[in-house]
Structure formats: structure tokens, C-alpha cells
């Protein structure tokens, strides 16, 4: 690893947290000052206890406190340096101090005795992906400098030196061992009163969410909006056919062929939606983790085509299916699908049945069985097809699907394609289900009136669009008396719900045995991709046999298997029973952070406290929000159609909800855009502690996702988020909020906070049962 | 409106608008009540009739209004009254059928026949399987998986998944349409179009999940499909969940087409509806037997009747045409004048997941109407490095694509001479498909006077007993003198004996069809044994496992002709 690259990568920065590793790992720093010519190494200014005082924040970063003059809280950066004297020292420390990535291996004159243990999370950083990784920053050297002081002075500030080398040895994912992870795609958050257990009291019913009621000018003006649109739309198609045919072609029969897609289905596309296309399938690159680096694009003909001007921009990522945060490409997880990319290669080149049928299967299958508590289990190797294809395979006609409202559309996908009779009911209404059962029972089929052979009801764990949690203890009361199947799918669930993260029975505390058919998918918690299906050993032969992606569907690539086994192991710590370890395979060799599951514990303690805290907050705050506290996806609800897309822009560029005589600073300041994009960087260590104007990349969900009305940011938290980009994005919304007047809310029990209110007492959100005043 | 008073001098009527005053005090402090109830004086004044009319009306919108629309079965003619105690018996007496029927032995059997691969796919994998050895872990010769161009031994590739495991991780974790479209999904979907030749090009997660999300993207209900019907099962699951009216041809039968597409046009005439979407959908190289379609004739019916061509290229993709293009390649056709081609990554690419090629306005459309497109996470951006890696090995070495077609050659000039076996792949095929020939369908290599004995003489190998031709044994379907179970079960011995000697086959697992009385007639839906040709092997050792096919099947077959 030559220097000039280890010298390019200053925010991936590794941080060893338990009092022992850093010991262990910090004979460089031990070392170093006995090399002449070298100034002690940042290890070592931190353990000698460092920093003595008096640097005004304005040093740190002198364009961000300009900009942010009205948060910077000056308390977060107590700390102060003597600016000449660290500014050399950082420069040479960074060459060899272990904090960053690059400085793990290569040239620089401390590596050789530091210890293996350093290294053995990710022995393989490759850094030319490193680099891209981070090359938004390599271009600033000068800027980064600054950052590294601001890092200097933030790890000071937390009351010296031993507060920043006394972390717990869970604070940082798999550090404790010298794994590199990078801040950018896992967040550091070594606080550990910043967790909480996501659980639900056993046997009692899941009360529903309180959701509060717009007002009646909120949703007249709505409609309105919506009418003013589609009235908009029809003229523009009215007078657009006659003025410019041309570009209505595709859109009328022409040569005898009827139109690809008629200008009715598709005018909620062309007239509605085209109007904020920005906002949707925005392109990313790098690794969708805590923060995406997205493809900066521009339109010049109202987003009928887009053109990539070749910058990007790293945004804090609050809309990605990474709750457990293991979209990661370094780390323990990813080392063992590197090396099952060596053994196996990136295909099995056929179906299960069709000779497709690898040993990782029959490992991962095992696994996955023994994670949700189930006999046994069969992979799928995409999320959707594994309801499409299952429904099929266990539901004919003569069966009856009972299925929620609100109900995945592979649900519906597969429904259709078994020949079943499916009846839906209201989303969570539980009165409503025992109605229906009672009705479909009595009566038996339609016509005939014999009665049904089967009845399966298919929920959802976790509804993707409401945030609301399935009441499962109510349902089980019902299966008890009705006796109808029951298929849960845990897309959302798994791995982000419960304790343990085994989904919904573990949060609610039932056992998954009293379930027929657990269902899931790899592509949310894991990090992977493809789904299972969990079940008891007949009915998973069964399916085996039957279901069409397992007949005639590619497998499961195996480096995603292995993804699934490394992730899956480390939340169930499959190292501490004998039994769980020899479901491994013998090859697949995690860090003993990963294996004790103390690490999964952690990034479990973390999404829940995020989740609450972001849920609570947004609610005191004066929004409406929806769904349970505990879920990770926390739907905002926007209303206006024309809010969607200011919204989703606003937060993308924070320069857009500035008040103009801020703006102006910005602008006018001699900064390139890159440089004001770094100041703000949600990667960079400088704005671990401070509060910063990140970008923020959202979801806005409308129509036809959700009801007309009811158009909604969709946030999805992760554990890799740290405490502080929640407080950034509760800061977000609340000054985009109050701009686009979206606070429709009351604010629940006890009334509306302000934001630093809100952060200030997050702990207090946090344990708040939600019904009594606070 | 009930309201509206009525000037009358009866008591009964003065008690009446004591009671209806207040009412109408209130109904007064409604803004715009002075017009509507001017406006229902004049119109009573005028013309009683209306107004009773007008009232009608009203109540019956607001019946329809109030009325749930799920109600389903209640509102129903059939529903049957009962009271809460008959329900509750009704429930206690419901004893419903188990989730599914436990495997029979047989199903247990074939559930045990797969083999599983141990470490890693490549052309000479080690594989294990119960009933072998007792799982003992042999290696064998691949003729089974879909490694045609022999990319699962590349290096180069297995090199950039890695880098691109270091820059993207493993998951995507969002749908295209949020944050999951990585400048990888965008470069392989510019790769693809280019080395196809088409405008633009769209990724799935999951090849079957492709079609089977196509069809019903631009085929809705009322739109008319005509489809060959040997199509694979991943085609029909696409048809039927479109809904739209489905017309069969037989299997790559271009006259039965053309008669189809006539009966198509004569319905359409009578109806005479508006311009209905039409569709013909077929495959380039069949999945269930291995023909190739003609794809020129095709192409001129398409346009002579005014149909749209969606082409599942899942298996000619990559392996046929000069340079791998597929059947566009083949015939010499540019492949924009296909309207849909549909493709895989997972079968010679040795990515993953599925693509339609085709115009900027196809692949837009599907961007939000492609259901497994839309609600399905993005595909790993690791298999969409590994399949873009994949079309620049395949644009940079052509000459696998002569070596396939050689291969090819070599397997079938073995097999080809085998009496008691139908091979129904076209002779360009990498998917050669074996069937028990059928004792009415006469070998080119047989003597005639041979077949005529063999024809009326029962049961297989040495067995043979002879029956007099009137009673032709016609046990079997699909114009087969054997049963599906006794044809698989032949085969199977084939695939095991096979297996003993080293060569690794597999016979083909298949489900039900959407329609057996129309699809499974045919010759097509005949059980067989798949081989896949790879260009890993020589052509010597194509030759050495195509005899031991030929020894095996002599073996288990006998003098079957």
C-alpha cells in the first residue's frame, strides 16, 4: 500500500474502542516518539491526555460557523488546540496513527510492529475502492486538515482523553478487534445510553397507533391540489395533441397498432408524477450505508430527461432498507464474502432443482431455520418471488386468502396467480378480521356454500408504507378460535423487530412454532438480497417442489449467501452455542465481535433507540406521523402533492431552506461547491459532534403507493446512524417543516416541543410511553 | 328537501310544521339553503313529477354512496342469514384440510435425486448426493449446468466482483426507483442494449421474476396474446396474471401460427372494438425442448397482422449467433425491430437477474409499470459488475461462440444416432433435450420393417412381447406409448447410470402448466433429459461423455426402437 494512497483516505477512520485493543494496538504510538524527526502520533497526544484549550469553534471550521452560526453550540466544541503545533502534528500522525484505514498496512514506518490483530477485520481494503470511496474528499486536502482538527478537538471535548479511549467494546461495530469500518457507511455512536430494546409486553394486544387527524382545510385544500393538477394535465394533453402531435405519438394508435400504453393508464405518470421525477430514482453510487453518495443530475426539459453534470454529492442516507446497517463493503461480513468470491465464484448457474443446488444453500437454509425458530427453511433469490412464487405453491383454488389491505403487492402478485378466493380487510382493523372470519366461515364458498378447505390469512410484520406493526397477539387469539393458516411476511421485520431481531414473534414474545409460515426477505437487515420461507419440514419439502423460483428461478448468487450466513450469525452470536457454529462453514471465519453477538446486540440496541427517537421526536416536533414507535419506518405525512417534491429537494440542498441573508454567506463566499459540500459532509469526522446541514436524501411516497391524500416522506432509520444524524435530521425537518408549513400535528400527549427541546431530552422521548403528557 | 313545507290547513298538517319549524330554522342557517329551497318550490310549483323524480335521485346516490364497496358476499343474493350461535357453531364444527399434504415416497425420491454442488459450480464441480455413495462428494463431468461459455472458471471476473464488493457491498437494500439505482445498474443496462443493438434495456433482480413482470406490464385485460404453446412456465405465469385473452398456436408451428393470427383478426372484425394491444409471444431457444424459433417467419406475420413480438431469449442469449448476440444474430435481423427481447443474466452471463431489451419507451414504461421491477430491491451491484465483466469477455473472445457450435456438433453427431432416443433441440442448440422416442415415431437410422415390428411389440428393453396391431398400446399421453411417470423413470436411470460413470445430467423437474388440456399434448411437454454444452471441455471429452449418454441409454432402453 503505497503512502500517497494511505495518506488519501482521512475519513475512513477506524476507532478502537475498548481500553484493551487500544493498548494493544497502539505500540506505533508507544514507539514513534523514539523515532527522531517524528512528532507523536495522534494516539499518543490522545492518551497523554491531550488538548489544552482555546480555540474558538470559528478556528475549526471558519465557513461552517459562518453558515450555522445559529446552531453551532459552542459546548460541543470546547475543546481547543494549539492550531500550529497540531496542524503539523495531525499531518504526520495521520501517516501512522491507526485510526485510519490506509495507515493499517503499507510503508509507513510504524507498521511493522504493529500487531496482526490490527488488521484482521479487513485485511483487504482494496484502495482503489477506498478511494473512490472517498474521493470526494481527496480533493481537499486543505479542507481535510481542518477536519482532522475538528476530530482532534471533538474526541477532546468529550472531557479528554479517557472519555475517547474508555469506550465500551461494543461502541463501534467490530473495532474492538482493529476491524475497519468507515464512518460514512456505519456511523460512531459509542454512547451507550443512546440504546434501547425494541419489545412489546407479552400477551397484551398492541394498542393501535395514535394517528392524528389532518384538518379539514388540510385535506380540502388536497383535493384541491389534486383537482387543480389533473384539470392542468387534461388541458395540456388537450391542447398538446392538437399544437404538438409529434410528441403524442406514443401515446395514439398509429399503423394499425394500439398505443404501447394509452394516455389514460398513464396520465397520473406523465402529468403528476413527471412534475417531481427528480426525486425518484436518483442514481447512487458506492455502498448504500448510512450515507450515498448521490450523482448530482439536472433537467432542462421539466424532468423529461436528466444529464449528470459529473459531481456528487455525499448525503445522509434516512431512506435505505439498512436497518441493521450491514451494507457495508468492509467489515467482518464483507472479508467472508470475499473469500466465498474466491472459493465459489458469482453464480451457481442454475435453478435449486436444476442443478443450481450449492452446499451454502443447504447451510444458509439451516441457518436461516434455526434464526426464526422454524424446522426448516428454503431460499429464494429475490424478495418478491418469494411471496409470488409460494403463495402459488400452498394456496388452489378452494382455499380462502384472508389478506390486509395494505398488504405487500408480491402478496397480491402470488394471490392472484393460486386461483385461491382472497377477501381483504381493513389494514390492522382487528373487529374487522373477526367479522370477516366469521362471514367466510358461515357461509363457506361462494355459491356452493361448502365449506372452505383452508384459510390462510397473510399479513405483513411490518407494513413498508404505515410503520405499523401487525397485532399479532390479537391474531393468534383468532387463529386459536378460527383455526385458519397463518403466513407472516417479515420483509420489514426480521432482523429489525424483537430483542433478538428475530421479527415479530420475538417482539411480541410468541412462540414461532404456533405459526405455520414465516416468511422474510435478506435485502432490509442483512444487507443481502433474496428471501425465505420458514416452516415445518413437510410443508418446506412441499414448497421445495413446488414453487415455481425453486423449480425454475436462478438460485441465490453465493457471495449474498454468504452475506446472509455472516450477518445472520453475528445477530444471533453463533459462536456461543456449538450447535449454531457448526452451521457454519468451516471457511467463514468472523471476528469475535461478530461471533460473540455483541456486536449485533448493539446495532440492535441502536436501531431501536433511533427508531423511537426519530419517531417521538418527529411527533413532538408537531408532524403527523404514523405507525408504532418502534418501528424503523417512520412515515411523515405531507398531504399537499406539491410539498413532495420541496420537500425531498430541500433536504437534498440545504442551501434552499436558508433564510437569503444566510444564503448569501454561502454564496458569496469564495468556496467551490465541493468545498461547501465538504463542510458539510455527513462522512466527515469534523461533523461527528457539531450540529451540521448535511444533505439528506429522502423517500416521498403518493399515490398509488398510499391513499390520494395521504402523500408521505417515508424515513427508514438504520443502526448505522449515529445519535447525532438524527438530531440533524429532526433539525432538517423541522426547518423544512416549518418553511413548507407541514407541522399539522399537536404533538401528542403533552404538546409540541421545539427542536432543541426535543434533543435535549431524546432520552426522555425515548422511554415515553407515548399516552402520558410530557 | 323533505323539509320543503307543504301549505295546508288540516290539524294533522299544523302538528307537522311544529315539528318541522325548528328543523327548517336550522336548515335556513345553511348558506345557499334560500336557493336550493326556492329552487324546490318553483320546480314543485311547476312540475311535481320532477321534483318527486329529483328527491328519487338524490336518496338513491346517497344509498350508493353509503354503501360499502368490499362488502362482497353480504350484499349478495346468496348469503344466508344466521344467527350469532349458528356462526359459533358453524366455527367450532370448521375443520380445515392441513396446510399441504405430506410428500408421497415418490415425491421424497425426487426431491432426493438433486445433487448438490460442494463448493462452487465450474465444468468438473464435486458434487453429493445421498443416494450415491452415501453423500460421499465425487467429481464429475457438468453437463448440466448452464456454463456455456464456461464464465464460472474466469478469474477476471471473480477479480472485479471482488472490487466491486469493496466499493458497493453486497445488497442494495432500496427499489430502483428510491435510492437503489447504482451507476452500475445503469452501466449494465447501457452494456446490454449496445451488444444487442437495442435503444435502451431494463434490469430485474431475478430472470423468472423478468417475463412473468413484462407480460403484464403492456398486457392488460382485453389485450390479446398469442403464444406458442411450448413456452416456458415463467411465460405462462406472466400470461395468466395479465388476464388478457390468450390464443395458442402449436408449438413453433409457423402455418398454425398464421392460422391463429387470421382467427385473431376475423374475432376482432366481428367484435369490432376498439384497437386492442396484441402480442405474439414465444421463445428464441425453447426451455422445455430446445427448438429454435424461425424467427424471419415470425417477424413477417408480426407485422402482416400488426402484432408486437415479445421474445424470451433466456437461453439464446449468449450462446448463439456468430458473437453470442442470440437469434437477432442468428437470422440476421436487427434487434430493434423486436419489439421486447427478454434475457437473462444468470444462465450464460453467470450474473444475476434478468433484462427487456427494446425501445426508450419500452424500457420507460416498465420503469414504473414492471411490477417485479418496481416493489423488488435492486439487484446486488456486485452481479451487475460480474455480468457487464461478462459481455466484455464474451465482445472480446468470439471464438467461444465457435467453440459452443462445435461442441454442439459433436455431442449430436453421437447422439443423434441413438434409436431409441428423440432429440427434440434444433441442431444449433447448447441445450440438447433427450426424450424417449416414441415406439410410433420412426428413427431416420431404423429400417422400416424394423420400426413396423418394434411398433407393435409392448414394454421396454428385453422385454418384449408382441401384440397384434390393432391393439397398439397407447398407455401414454402426448402421442407416447409410455406414461409421464414411466418415461421420468427411465430417464432417471439414465441420469444415474450417467452419474456413476462420471457425467453429470439432469432431468428437466417441471410443474403443471396454466392449461394441460391445451399444453401439455404435445411433444414438446414430454419428459427429458437437459445437457448443457459448455465450451470448458474439449472436443474429445464432448465426444467421450456423449458416449457414455449413448452406452447408458442403450443400457437402460435395450433394443427399444
Avoid at chain 2, 41 to 46: E, V
Wanted: with cysteine; aromatic share 8%; charged share 20%.
Amino acid at each position: 500500500m503505497p503512502e500517497s494512497h494511505s495518506r488519501e483516505a482521512p475519513d475512513s477512520f477506524t476507532v478502537s474502542s475498548s481500553n484493551k485493543s487500544q493498548v494493544d494496538s497502539f505500540p506505533t504510538a508507544a514507539s514513534s516518539p523514539q523515532q527522531p524527526g517524528r512528532s507523536p502520533s495522534l494516539a499518543a497526544i490522545i492518551k497523554k491526555g491531550l488538548p489544552t484549550v482555546r480555540v474558538s469553534p470559528s478556528e475549526v471550521d471558519p465557513f461552517a460557523t459562518k453558515i450555522y452560526s445559529v446552531q453551532a453550540d459552542a459546548n460541543t466544541m470546547t475543546a481547543s488546540v494549539d492550531s500550529a503545533y497540531i496542524h503539523r502534528d495531525l499531518l504526520a500522525s495521520e501517516l501512522d496513527h491507526p485510526w485510519s484505514v490506509s495507515g493499517s498496512e503499507g510503508s509507513s514506518p510504524g507498521v511493522e510492529s504493529q500487531p496482526p490483530s490490527m488488521t484482521t477485520g479487513s485485511t483487504s481494503a482494496s484502495i482503489e475502492s477506498l478511494e473512490s470511496l472517498q474521493d470526494l474528499h481527496n480533493k481537499n486536502v486543505q479542507l481535510r486538515n481542518e477536519k482532522l482538527y475538528a476530530q482532534l478537538s471533538s474526541l477532546a471535548g468529550k472531557g479528554g482523553a479517557p472519555s475517547a479511549t474508555a469506550q465500551p467494546p461494543t461502541s463501534h461495530g467490530s473495532s474492538a478487534d482493529g476491524a475497519v469500518l468507515l464512518h460514512s457507511e456505519f456511523g460512531y455512536c459509542p454512547n451507550q445510553a443512546f440504546r434501547y430494546t425494541s419489545e412489546h409486553r407479552q400477551g397484551a394486544s398492541l394498542p393501535h397507533p395514535i394517528e392524528e387527524e389532518p384538518s379539514y382545510f388540510t385535506v380540502l385544500t388536497t383535493y384541491i391540489s389534486y383537482i387543480f393538477l389533473i384539470v392542468i394535465g387534461h388541458m395540456r394533453d388537450y391542447t398538446g395533441k392538437r399544437l404538438f402531435p409529434k410528441s403524442y405519438r406514443h401515446l395514439v394508435e398509429r399503423d394499425g397498432y394500439a398505443a404501447l400504453n394509452s394516455d389514460f393508464d398513464s396520465f397520473y405518470t406523465r402529468r403528476l408524477k413527471a412534475r417531481m421525477d427528480d426525486c425518484f430514482s436518483r442514481p447512487v453510487t458506492g455502498v448504500c450505508g448510512r450515507t450515498v453518495v448521490t450523482l448530482d443530475r439536472v433537467s432542462d426539459d421539466y424532468y423529461q430527461s436528466f444529464r449528470l453534470t459529473g459531481e456528487k454529492t455525499r448525503a445522509l442516507n434516512i431512506s435505505a432498507y439498512n436497518y441493521l446497517g450491514f451494507a457495508q463493503s468492509h467489515g467482518g461480513c464483507a472479508d467472508a464474502v470475499e473469500e466465498c468470491l474466491k472459493r465459489y465464484g458469482v453464480s451457481s448457474y442454475g435453478s435449486r432443482l436444476g442443478v443450481g443446488s450449492l452446499d451454502l444453500h443447504a447451510q444458509a437454509e439451516k441457518l436461516v431455520a434455526r434464526f426464526v425458530g422454524k424446522e426448516d427453511a428454503c431460499i429464494i433469490s429475490m424478495g418478491f418471488a418469494t411471496n409470488s412464487t409460494t403463495i402459488p405453491a400452498i394456496a388452489s383454488p378452494g382455499t380462502l386468502i384472508i389478506s390486509d389491505e395494505y398488504n405487500h403487492s408480491s402478496i397480491r402478485f402470488g394471490a392472484r396467480l393460486s386461483g385461491a378466493h382472497i377477501r381483504q380487510y381493513k389494514h390492522n382493523d382487528m373487529e374487522k378480521l373477526e367479522a370477516l372470519l366469521r362471514e367466510c366461515i358461515s357461509q363457506g364458498m361462494p355459491r356452493t356454500h361448502r365449506p372452505w378447505k383452508k384459510i390462510l390469512l397473510i399479513v405483513e410484520g411490518l407494513y413498508s408504507m404505515e410503520g405499523t406493526l401487525v397485532n399479532l397477539p390479537e391474531v393468534m387469539r383468532l387463529k386459536e378460535k378460527y383455526k385458519f393458516h397463518l403466513y407472516i411476511d417479515e420483509a420489514h421485520s426480521i432482523g429489525a423487530i424483537g430483542p433478538n431481531g428475530r421479527g415479530v414473534c420475538d417482539y411480541f414474545g410468541i412462540d414461532p412454532k404456533r405459526v405455520e409460515i414465516l416468511m422474510g426477505t435478506f435485502t432490509k437487515s442483512f444487507g443481502a438480497a433474496g428471501g425465505y420461507i420458514a416452516g415445518d419440514k413437510a410443508l418446506i419439502d412441499r414448497i421445495r417442489l413446488t414453487n415455481h423460483a425453486n423449480v425454475y428461478a436462478e438460485t441465490l448468487a453465493p457471495p449474498v449467501l454468504t452475506q446472509i450466513i455472516a450477518s445472520m450469525a453475528s445477530i444471533m452470536g453463533a459462536g456461543n452455542v456449538q450447535e449454531e457454529k457448526s452451521l457454519l462453514p468451516s471457511w467463514v471465519q468472523l471476528p469475535a465481535p461478530l461471533m460473540d453477538g455483541s456486536e449485533g446486540r448493539e446495532r440492535l440496541r441502536r436501531l431501536a433507540f433511533n427508531a423511537r427517537y426519530l419517531s417521538s421526536g418527529l411527533r413532538k416536533l408537531g408532524f403527523i406521523v404514523y405507525g408504532h414507535r418502534d418501528s424503523p419506518i417512520v412515515p411523515l405525512l405531507i398531504f399537499h402533492p406539491a410539498k413532495m417534491p420541496l420537500f425531498s429537494r430541500m433536504m437534498l440542498d440545504r442551501q434552499q431552506s436558508l433564510p437569503p441573508s444566510e444564503r448569501i454567506v454561502a454564496e458569496e463566499s469564495d468556496l467551490t461547491s465541493e468545498q461547501l459540500k465538504a463542510i458539510n459532509d455527513p462522512a466527515s469526522v469534523a461533523n461527528m459532534d457539531r450540529p451540521a446541514r448535511p444533505p439528506i436524501v429522502v423517500v416521498v411516497v403518493a399515490y398509488p403507493a398510499t391513499p390520494l391524500i395521504s402523500s408521505r416522506v417515508r424515513f427508514c432509520v438504520s443502526a448505522a446512524h449515529t445519535k447525532k444524524d438524527i438530531d440533524d435530521v429532526l433539525r432538517a425537518c423541522d426547518e423544512v417543516g416549518s418553511l413548507l408549513k407541514m407541522k399539522y400535528g399537536s404533538g401528542g400527549p403533552g404538546g409540541r416541543w421545539n427542536v432543541e427541546q426535543v434533543i435535549e431530552r431524546c432520552l426522555d422521548l425515548v422511554a415515553w410511553n407515548g399516552e402520558d403528557p410530557i | 328537501m323533505e323539509a320543503s313545507p307543504n301549505p295546508s290547513s288540516s290539524p294533522l298538517a299544523s302538528a307537522l310544521s311544529h315539528l318541522v319549524d325548528p328543523l327548517l330554522h336550522h336548515f335556513q342557517r345553511i348558506p345557499g339553503s334560500a336557493i336550493i329551497l326556492r329552487y324546490v318550490r318553483s320546480s314543485y310549483q311547476d312540475d311535481p313529477i320532477r321534483s318527486l323524480l329529483e328527491l328519487f335521485l338524490f336518496v338513491f346516490a346517497l344509498r350508493t354512496l353509503l354503501q360499502s364497496r368490499t362488502r362482497g358476499n353480504q350484499s349478495g343474493s346468496n348469503f344466508v342469514k344466521l344467527s350469532e350461535k349458528e356462526i359459533d357453531e358453524l366455527v367450532s364444527e370448521f375443520t380445515p384440510d392441513p396446510l399441504c399434504a405430506p410428500l408421497t415416497p415418490a415425491e421424497s425420491r425426487e426431491l432426493a435425486s438433486v445433487p448438490t454442488i460442494i463448493g462452487g459450480v465450474s465444468s468438473r464441480p464435486k458434487i453429493s448426493l445421498p443416494t450415491h455413495h452415501a453423500g460421499k462428494p465425487i467429481q464429475v463431468t457438468n453437463l448440466a449446468s448452464y456454463n456455456f461459455t464456461n464464465l464460472a472458471g474466469s478469474d477476471s471476473i471473480k477479480e472485479k466482483a471482488i472490487l466491486a464488493l469493496r466499493k458497493y457491498g453486497v445488497g442494495s437494500c432500496s427499489p430502483p426507483g428510491f435510492y437503489g439505482t447504482i451507476d452500475v445498474h445503469v452501466q449494465l443496462e447501457e452494456d446490454i442494449a449496445r451488444f444487442i443493438g437495442t435503444d435502451s434495456c431494463i434490469i430485474y433482480s431475478q430472470a423468472f421474476s423478468t417475463i412473468s413482470s413484462v407480460i403484464p406490464a403492456f398486457s392488460k385485460r382485453g389485450d390479446i396474446i398469442v403464444a406458442d404453446r411450448g413456452v416456458n412456465f415463467a411465460i405462462q405465469k406472466g400470461i395468466q396474471i395479465s388476464r388478457s385473452t390468450v390464443y395458442w398456436y402449436d408449438h413453433n408451428d409457423m402455418d398454425s401460427l398464421e392460422a391463429v393470427l387470421e382467427t385473431v383478426k376475423r374475432d376482432e372484425k366481428r367484435r369490432r372494438g376498439p384497437l386492442t394491444r396484441r402480442f405474439i409471444v414465444t421463445e428464441g431457444i425453447f426451455e422445455s425442448d430446445g427448438a429454435i424459433v424461425d424467427l424471419p417467419k415470425v417477424q413477417e406475420l408480426k407485422r402482416k397482422y400488426k402484432f408486437r413480438l415479445i421474445l424470451d431469449e433466456s437461453i439464446s442469449f449468449g450462446t448463439i449467433g456468430a458473437t453470442g448476440r442470440g437469434l437477432t444474430e442468428l437470422y440476421g435481423i436487427p434487434a430493434k425491430e423486436v419489439d421486447m427481447i427478454v434475457g437473462s443474466m444468470a444462465n450464460t452471463l453467470g450474473g444475476g437477474g434478468g433484462f427487456c431489451a427494446g425501445s426508450e419507451e419500452v424500457a420507460f414504461h416498465q420503469r414504473i409499470n414492471g411490477t417485479a421491477f418496481v416493489f423488488s430491491a435492486a439487484l446486488p451491484a456486485m452481479l451487475a459488475v460480474a455480468s457487464s465483466a461478462a459481455i466484455g469477455t464474451m465482445i472480446s473472445e468470439p471464438s467461444m461462440f465457435t467453440t459452443l457450435q462445435e461442441n454442439v456438433k459433436a455431442l449430436r453427431s453421437v447422439l443423434d444416432h441413438v434409436e431409441s432416443l428423440r432429440i427434440s433441440s434444433d441442431p444449433r442448440s447448447p441445450l440438447v433435450h433427450i426424450q424417449i422416442r416414441s415406439k410410433s415415431e420412426r428413427h431416420p437410422d431404423t429400417p422400416l420393417e424394423k420400426f413396423e415390428r418394434g411398433k407393435s411389440s409392448l414394454g421396454v428393453g428385453d422385454v418384449s412381447l408382441a401384440v397384434r396391431p390393432q391393439q397398439r398400446p397407447m398407455v401414454g399421453s402426448m402421442g407416447h406409448d409410455l406414461g409421464v411417470d414411466e418415461q421420468n423413470r427411465l430417464l432417471q436411470s439414465i441420469v444415474d447410470d450417467c452419474l456413476e460413470h462420471g457425467v453429470l445430467l439432469l432431468r428437466t423437474k417441471r410443474l403443471g402448466s396454466i392449461n394441460p388440456k391445451l399444453l401439455e399434448t404435445g411433444p414438446e411437454a414430454r419428459p427429458n433429459i437437459r445437457v448443457a454444452v459448455s465450451t470448458a471441455f474439449t472436443k474429445k471429452e464432448i465426444e467421450k461423455a456423449a458416449n457414455i449418454i449413448k452406452a447408458s441409454t442403450i443400457r437402460m432402453l435395450g433394443k427399444r426402437r
